[in-house]
């Protein structure tokens, strides 16, 4: 179930306040000690494309806006604005480890830590690891017993490139058990919306089995679709975590206009960010 709830507040230039609202999977609530979160178009201080609450920093906003929206998201989770930790996102499959070296290098050595990563891991408290997504499909993870977090960005370069069984490896390689992972889907765009082309009809044939393309790829009138969630959900179960330790985000990027989606409005949009951070 997916649970909607209004916190955090900015002040508009019109004195009103206007709340942030935060989207939460139950899966992932029932868990001590974790704070986890999908943001969505409200809150903040952006405008136009970006209106209102943008946390991506790489497509077009004015940069003092990101990080005032930023700012704001890091006073709702109660942590200073440097322990949120975002990749650069570059649709691969590259994973980044987050450890306390991290936090003594300087600004220009952090950027470029994150510059050629989709996916973070962590096992450090009070550290929000996060993806910005505006179609691609967000996925955190969490290990409870190992202590493991990860936030995953899976756009359908990453999906077939296989960055989310990559990053399920990596936490098993770090002590987790596959039984005890859990993993929750944000927003991301539907079947219905994302018309695809050759490209990406060829590389999903490459690492699907035939059984799972026909539930990935799927003609619509005269043009194939592809459904990136299930492409996404396949592939959790496929690293054997259970169904039932699989919680998935019912809503579409591109119609519901809660959610910044670059189909809808082009490559100079807002993005959400889709975080997950272990408290103390």
């Not at 969490?142 to 899976?154: C, L, N, Q, R």
């Amino acid at each position: 179930m997916l649970n909607i709830k209004n916190r955090g507040f900015y002040k508009s230039p019109l004195n009103k306040m206007m709340p942030i609202a935060l989207e939460t999977s139950d899966l992932f609530a029932q868990q001590d000690n974790l704070r986890h979160f999908f943001t969505t178009v409200e809150g903040g201080v952006s405008n136009g494309n970006y209106a209102t609450f943008n946390l991506g920093a790489y497509c077009g906003d004015l940069p003092e806006n990101v990080q005032k929206n930023r700012d704001l998201l890091c006073q709702e989770l109660n942590i200073n604005s440097e322990r949120l930790i975002v990749p650069r996102e570059v649709h691969k499959d590259g994973i980044f480890l987050v450890e306390e070296d991290f936090f003594q290098k300087g600004k220009e050595a952090r950027e470029e830590a994150l510059a050629q990563c989709d996916a973070l891991i962590t096992q450090m408290k009070n550290v929000c690891l996060g993806v910005t997504t505006a179609d691609c499909v967000p996925v955190l993870l969490y290990a409870p017993e190992a202590k493991i977090a990860a936030a995953v960005h899976a756009g359908w370069r990453g999906i077939a490139c296989e960055i989310v069984t990559k990053t399920i490896s990596r936490l098993c390689q770090m002590g987790a058990s596959i039984e005890e992972i859990i993993a929750c889907t944000g927003p991301c765009i539907s079947a219905e919306a994302y018309q695809v082309g050759p490209e990406l009809i060829n590389e999903f044939s490459k690492i699907f089995h035939r059984q799972d393309i026909s539930s990935i790829l799927i003609q619509i009138q005269d043009s194939i679709h592809a459904d990136l969630r299930n492409a996404v959900n396949i592939q959790l179960e496929n690293t054997g975590i259970s169904p039932l330790n699989i919680s998935t985000h019912p809503g579409c990027t591109y119609y519901d206009k809660r959610y910044f989606s670059a189909r809808r409005q082009g490559l100079q949009s807002g993005r959400l960010l889709s975080g997950i951070m272990m408290k103390e």
